[in-house]
């Protein structure tokens, strides 16, 4: 399968700094890639749909101030929280579809684990 | 609505077969996926059916029904580091995935 490198795989920092987070298709060129939100034994949320070239569609209730998302090329997208408190602190994952590839399969990212004290 | 229904826990002993069922409505549907997540780690994909019928990959098989709205993921011979989570994702109209709340699989020996 296709790979999709995230990173960092996890980041500690303090109330009110930002943190990136990238996210980069490595054997193909990703059209579309997805910012998902994970709870403890909870399952994927959706927060945003990347598309290159165009704004993120973000999901209701996330708010996109909050969280830029960037796609600038075909196989990079990056998310920034912004001004971070300690109920961001979450496992981020991204993923990434290949257009015309394997149907819609999305690929993950390794996560990262945020966690702002 | 748009729901992905699947049973929170299972348990199943070592070189055994178990069967995960999950249930789903969507707007529109674009395909059915199975990830395997390992705790703390990112979903891996597993299987993808768009047809009904069923898709067989080594010691992995996925089934689907689209009139019922119904999948099942099946693994035999199961090995210890099957031990996971299984995440049944539906593809609707927008082409995005819904993710239900996933099957926590423990292996016994």
């Known amino acids: 399968g296709a790979v999709v490198s995230q990173h960092p795989s996890r980041v500690i920092c303090k109330s009110g700094t930002s943190v990136k987070i990238e996210c980069r298709s490595l054997d193909f060129q990703a059209t579309t890639m997805f910012w998902y939100r994970q709870f403890p034994k909870k399952s994927l949320m959706l927060m945003a749909t990347?598309?290159?070239?165009?704004?993120?569609?973000?999901e209701q209730g996330v708010e996109k101030d909050k969280f830029l998302i960037n796609h600038a090329s075909l196989t990079l997208s990056t998310l920034t929280v912004t001004s971070a408190h300690p109920e961001d602190s979450s496992f981020y994952i991204c993923s990434a579809r290949e257009w015309g590839r394997d149907g819609n399969i999305q690929y993950f990212g390794a996560g990262t684990r945020l966690s702002v004290l | 609505g748009q729901n992905i229904d699947q049973p929170t826990e299972m348990t199943a002993t070592e070189g055994a077969i178990v069967q995960i069922n999950c249930t789903y409505q969507?707007?529109?549907?674009?395909?059915l996926f199975w990830y395997q997540q390992h705790a703390g780690e990112a979903p891996t994909f597993l299987s993808y059916n768009v047809l009904d019928g069923l898709e067989e990959k080594g010691r992995f098989s996925s089934f689907l029904s689209r009139s019922k709205g119904y999948s099942y993921l099946l693994l035999k011979e199961l090995q210890m580091k099957d031990s996971a989570s299984y995440l049944c994702?539906?593809?609707?109209?927008?082409?995005?995935?819904?993710f239900g709340t996933g099957t926590l699989l423990a292996v016994q020996p």
């Open positions: 990347s598309n290159e070239g165009s704004k993120a569609t973000y």
């Open positions: 994702a539906a593809g609707g109209a927008t082409n995005k995935l819904i």
């Open positions: 969507t707007s529109g549907f674009n395909g």
